[in-house]
């Protein structure tokens, strides 16, 4: 009766180490996923706020370049802020003219397919006058 009893106990032994193996390597698995949507994600987020930074720039310079116009050519203040946003690879949203100051507004489409889900475009304004 004994000898039934260990082969019965080493049978058991034997499928519960044959029911753990390879656990640790689904486990290792599932971390990695994990830290590759982690990745991703943050990727994603810094690529917008530079993609953010850029277009902040990009409004600067088209409301200085509508500005330089202001008191010579006042007709042609939105078109050259739209050709210099055109040309930063950006779209004139707005184009507001002041007896002293332009503001403008541009945007440009998210680069992310992520972040595009939730924002899919990047709106900036700037003002600049004397």
Do not use: Y
């Not at 998210?110 to 475009?121: A, G």
Request: charged share 15%; aromatic share 4%; with cysteine.
């Amino acid at each position: 009766m004994r000898g039934l009893w260990l082969i019965l106990r080493a049978i058991k032994v034997s499928l519960s180490i044959k029911s753990d193996r390879g656990s640790v390597t689904v486990l290792n698995l599932a971390l990695l996923i994990c830290l590759a949507s982690l990745f991703v994600t943050v990727f994603s987020v810094c690529d917008v706020v530079v993609q953010a930074h850029k277009l902040q720039s990009s409004a600067d310079l088209a409301a200085i370049a509508g500005a330089q116009l202001l008191l010579t050519q006042p007709s042609e203040v939105c078109n050259a802020a739209a050709a210099l946003a055109a040309r930063n690879g950006a779209l004139l949203q707005s184009c507001t003219i002041d007896p002293s100051s332009v503001t403008v507004k541009l945007k440009v489409k998210t680069r992310s397919e992520l972040i595009s889900r939730f924002s899919p475009s990047i709106l900036q304004e700037a003002r600049a006058g004397f």
